[in-house]
């Protein structure tokens, strides 16, 4: 590990200012992600900004309904709230389908959110990585691909998004807030904060330098039945090969979302008026442009037959 220097923020104003200040800083609260990164030299920050003191900490209802999430809630704690379990089962469900016991008492919701992949190629420092170093290339491209994305991918990044709880946070539009180094605040829909590969697959989200996560919003509840799906080579602590996320409406209509697909949460909505219709018409417009590797064609087919299950469960 490279020698770093330290401080402790006493407000989000002054984490995100402090961050802009000093070229290289990272935010450090819960470390489930960041401290592995930092041993294996992948991530090398010149300064960590600790912002465990802040008050942000906190699930609170919203004025017209929903939840806000402090983005220091762990996740073990906002999978137990009885409201997000009540009104938000997909987020509970897909919380504890992620990571282990321990992780989930340390890791927070903006921590989550924030996780790089865990693509083997770009954890082997001795391997070519365009998330580790823009312009080396790919060398999960042409490797083994088994893990990786099927559909929104690049010519510069197959890796896909790891997080569980940002899988449901997509079906459930969830709004990110945020503040930036001048104090200004800005509201961004999940839709929008994670970014697709393109040609700059090292920048993952659409925050700025020194932006820092504040809380995560939830709209009031959408009824129906909900669902986290996750398939996985073992039972417990192992990333998704697939996920579903759904929220499925006694009509046959609702919301589908999907990991271990894609370089980001992957839902598309004008996809989902085929839900009625059975899980092979609405995987297929989901789905639609989808470039398989021979190692990963089965996710094709396993992500529809998930999404058939939910859907036979949810009508029951």
């Known amino acids: 590990m490279k020698p770093f220097t330290y401080e ?15 070229p290289g800083a990272k935010f450090i609260a819960g470390g489930t992600n960041l401290l592995d990164l930092m041993k294996l030299q992948i991530e090398a920050p010149a300064h960590l900004i600790d912002v465990n003191g802040l008050a942000l900490d906190k699930i609170e209802p919203m004025p017209e309904g929903g939840l806000r999430i402090g983005a ?5 704690d906002l999978a137990a709230d009885q409201r997000v379990r009540r009104d938000y089962g997909v987020l509970s469900r ?3 389908a992620g990571a282990s016991g321990q992780l989930r008492n340390k890791a927070t919701t903006a921590g989550n959110l924030l996780q790089r992949t865990r693509c083997p190629y770009f954890y082997d420092t001795a391997q070519p990585c365009n998330k580790r170093q ?15 994305a099927v559909i929104g991918s690049s010519e510069a990044c197959i890796a896909t998004h790891p997080s569980d709880m940002a899988i449901a946070m997509r079906a459930l539009d969830a709004v990110v807030e945020t503040v930036k180094a001048d104090g200004a605040t800005r509201r961004i829909p999940i839709a929008e904060f994670h970014r697709l590969p393109g040609e700059t697959p090292h920048i993952e989200t ?5 932006e820092f996560i504040t809380a995560v919003t939830l709209s009031p509840p959408l009824g ?11 039972a417990s602590y192992a990333f998704a090969l697939v996920s579903v996320a759904a929220v499925m409406q006694r009509d046959g209509t609702g919301r589908v979302a999907l990991g271990g697909v894609a370089h980001k949460p992957w ?28 190692d990963n064609a089965f996710k094709v087919t396993l992500a529809e037959r998930t999404l058939a299950s939910v859907l036979a469960e949810a009508r029951g």
């Open 267 to 294: 839902r598309v909505e004008a996809a989902e008026a085929e839900l009625p219709r059975g899980a092979k018409p609405a995987m297929a417009a989901i789905l639609d442009g989808a470039r398989p590797t021979d």
């Open 8 to 22: 402790r923020a006493r407000s989000p104003a002054e984490a995100a200012a402090a961050a802009a200040r000093q």
């Open 94 to 96: 897909a919380l504890l």
């Open 72 to 76: 220091l809630v762990r996740n073990t």
């Open 206 to 210: 659409s925050l700025e330098a020194g």
């Open 224 to 234: 129906g039945r909900q669902f986290y799906r996750k398939v996985r080579d073992r």
């Open 134 to 148: 823009p312009g080396s290339g790919c060398s999960a491209i042409g490797g083994v691909t088994r893990q990786h």
